[in-house]
């Protein structure tokens, strides 16, 4: 079964909206979460580290204030993307490590968000 | 700076043949992941692989890992249209944000009856 939700699976909105997009771990405390953006037939690319209770970290050329990140709690994290334009359209997906040495991260089902 | 490099981007086979996806990369690193992702949807994860030597299979496909040679394979024996999906290569990057995972380019593979 599915052990990261993600919420909502589609978003089309219009452009300087803002997009509030959550991950929750299923069952599971996850001190740390992970957002990664795909474009059509590309590879996923890590967009930042969130961090239950701190700031999260940001790779480099992802803008922090586009892309607010917020862990308030071992089972959530949220990703806003503020004043949406066309180019920010993709495919958002979350992850997490299930704790345990051998176990994958989860993914969650992804969130598709198109800018008109 | 850890980059996963993945081939073929594209694989078209033949149902009932064999083939191997290959993932090299770069720097070390102690876990090795294979993803499967259908088009439209997220990832399914298929292996994990922690040590070197490590090899795992699941029904049609076979995961093993190198990590002297930082390789890892995909090998897929009587391919099936079913099997048909984007696989990824992913490697856990210490060096990195905690671990997050740096993907290869991934293999469309497509299976024809």
């Known amino acids: 079964g599915a052990v990261v939700s993600q919420h909502p699976s589609r978003v089309i909105c219009k452009s300087g909206t803002s997009v509030k997009i959550e991950c929750r771990s299923l069952?599971?405390?996850?001190?740390?979460m992970f957002w990664y953006r795909q474009f059509p037939k590309q590879s996923l690319m890590l967009m930042a580290t969130?961090?239950?209770?701190?700031?999260?970290?940001?790779e480099q050329g992802v803008e922090k204030d586009k892309f607010l990140i917020n862990h308030a709690s071992l089972t959530l994290s949220t990703l806003t993307v503020t004043s949406a334009h066309p180019e920010d359209s993709s495919f958002y997906i979350c992850s997490a490590r299930v704790p345990g040495r051998n176990q994958p991260q989860h993914f969650g089902d992804g969130t598709r968000l198109s800018i008109l | 700076e850890l980059k996963v490099e993945q081939n073929p981007l594209f694989l078209s086979m033949q149902e009932g043949k064999n083939y191997t996806i290959y993932c090299n990369y770069s720097t070390t690193s102690d876990r090795l992941y294979w993803y499967r992702q259908d088009p439209g949807k997220s990832l399914e994860s298929l292996f994990v692989l922690l040590s070197n030597g490590a090899v795992k299979q699941e029904g049609r496909l076979m995961a093993s890992l190198d990590t002297k040679a930082r390789l890892s394979t995909l090998h897929i024996t009587a391919a099936v249209h079913d099997l048909s999906a984007t696989y990824f290569c992913a490697v856990a990057n210490y060096g990195g944000s905690q671990g997050n995972l740096i993907f290869g380019k991934g293999t469309k593979l497509s299976v024809k009856p």
């Open positions: 969130s961090n239950e209770g701190s700031k999260a970290t940001y």
């Open positions: 069952d599971f405390q996850a001190t740390t």
